[in-house]
């Protein structure tokens, strides 16, 4: 399983909420991230509440395309000057996972951020590019590398990543 995510989704879907066979079971990416759901049936809500909904349907987000408005080199990431900083992220991972999704290669990017994960309380958002894991630099790899070594790796995750300034 990868970490888990949930965003603004770019289509939404119903699907049973007990398919897993869990009545009110949450569906979670793979490795690749390409399938996840919200927790509950409204709007995001950071407070963990265990109340099952009591319809029989809960929304299946799906976020195929890239949230990225152009590609980026990483030549362009480590350019002195450049429209990017640098910033780092401890991020604690839960029972379920980091709460967020890479994609890309070389360089990887923030594809998705649980509005309410451990990812998001760190301040990682959408659209950063991955610099480094745990001191590792990461900037030629790609996302299922990338993935993998957050899996396999210890419950907190040290990470840099390359967010662009605003102009």
């Known amino acids: 399983m990868g970490p888990r995510t949930a965003v603004a989704p770019s289509k939404e879907v119903k699907a049973p909420a007990g398919g897993s066979g869990h009545p009110a079971a949450r569906l979670r990416s793979s490795s690749d991230g390409s399938r996840y759901s919200r927790r509950g049936a409204g709007l995001p809500n950071c407070s963990s509440s265990s109340s099952s909904s009591s319809s029989s349907f809960s929304p299946v987000l799906f976020n195929p395309k890239s949230v990225l408005k152009r590609p980026v080199s990483t030549e362009e990431l480590q350019r002195p000057g450049g429209p990017y900083i640098k910033k780092t992220f401890t991020i604690v991972g839960d ?68 967010e662009e300034t605003e102009h």
């Open 95 to 162: 029972a379920v996972g980091w709460g967020f999704v890479v994609r890309g290669n070389q360089p990887c990017h923030i594809q998705a951020v649980e509005p309410c994960g451990p990812a998001a309380a760190a301040g990682m958002k959408v659209c950063q590019f991955v610099v480094s894991v745990n001191g590792l630099n990461v900037l030629n790899l790609d996302y299922r590398t990338v993935s993998h070594l957050i899996l396999t790796g210890p419950r907190t995750v040290v990470m840099e990543v390359m």
